[in-house]
């Protein structure tokens, strides 16, 4: 997967032509952060655990408005300041770099007005529109196309269980969809479901409805600021 921008920094590496900032564009699912962690092992002959010229950053999911904040950029900083530790390139990866605040944003823009030798920086993103201008040309954006999907036996089984949910009566499916709630994977179900349906019936006009609802859910169930109760149970009402 991905072969042709695997060959294309390895003609970089091989020819000491490497930029010190790249953009990974795509959308969600389309292996951005995997083909970072390639080009880590690439660069450092290390993958993303303990590497000692690795600096990963990500929005922490255990707060509620899912950012990046201008402490972590400044971390950043500090670390892409010092030596390589055990290779030729020290690397910063920077998961879902939209997410940075203004303030965060800023501080990034420093970094790559003056990026330090040995140092690349990764942004991983799949709203590149949402960050500012100034970072972006600052940036070589590598564009990855969605991944053609694949059913899964988890797939097939997700959408099994859906379809038996929708046979419910109303009082099961709402009390289904409290259970639900209290799991901490409800999330990651909704966009199972969401993959199973387009992938059997993005092609009948007649499942457009339920698709809707379904991608409707799974944009609300991913955003903090939503009750996630209601909204599941509003779905399972209507299912």
């Not at 600052?138 to 694949?150: I, L, Q, S």
């Amino acid at each position: 997967m991905f072969e042709k921008q695997k060959k294309y920094f390895e003609n970089l590496l091989n020819k000491g032509s490497l930029g010190h900032a790249y953009l990974f564009a795509g959308q969600n699912a389309a292996g951005k952060r995997a083909f970072a962690e390639d080009i880590c092992t690439l660069l450092t002959n290390k993958g993303f655990e303990n590497n000692p010229d690795l600096k990963f950053i990500r929005p922490d999911t255990e707060k509620d408005d899912y950012k990046i904040y201008i402490e972590e950029i400044r971390s950043l900083k500090s670390f892409m300041a010092l030596k390589p530790y055990s290779s030729e390139y020290k690397l910063a990866v920077i998961d879902s770099a939209d997410a940075m605040t203004p303030e965060a944003a800023n501080a990034m823009l420093k970094i790559l007005e003056e990026p330090p030798k040995r140092s690349i920086l990764i942004l991983i993103s799949s709203k590149q529109g949402v960050l500012p201008k100034t970072i972006l040309s600052r940036c070589e954006t590598v564009v990855f196309p969605p991944v053609k999907e694949v059913e899964t036996d988890e797939m097939a089984k997700a959408l099994s269980e859906l379809r038996k949910v929708a046979r419910y009566g109303m009082a099961e499916r709402i009390q289904y969809a409290k259970k639900l709630h209290e799991k901490d994977d409800y999330a990651e179900l909704v966009n199972l479901w969401l993959r199973s349906l387009h992938f059997q019936l993005a092609d009948k006009p007649a499942s457009a409805p339920i698709l809707r609802r379904l991608l409707n859910l799974s944009r609300i169930v991913s955003q903090p600021q939503y009750n996630h109760r209601i909204a599941l149970e509003n779905f399972f009402v209507n299912l």
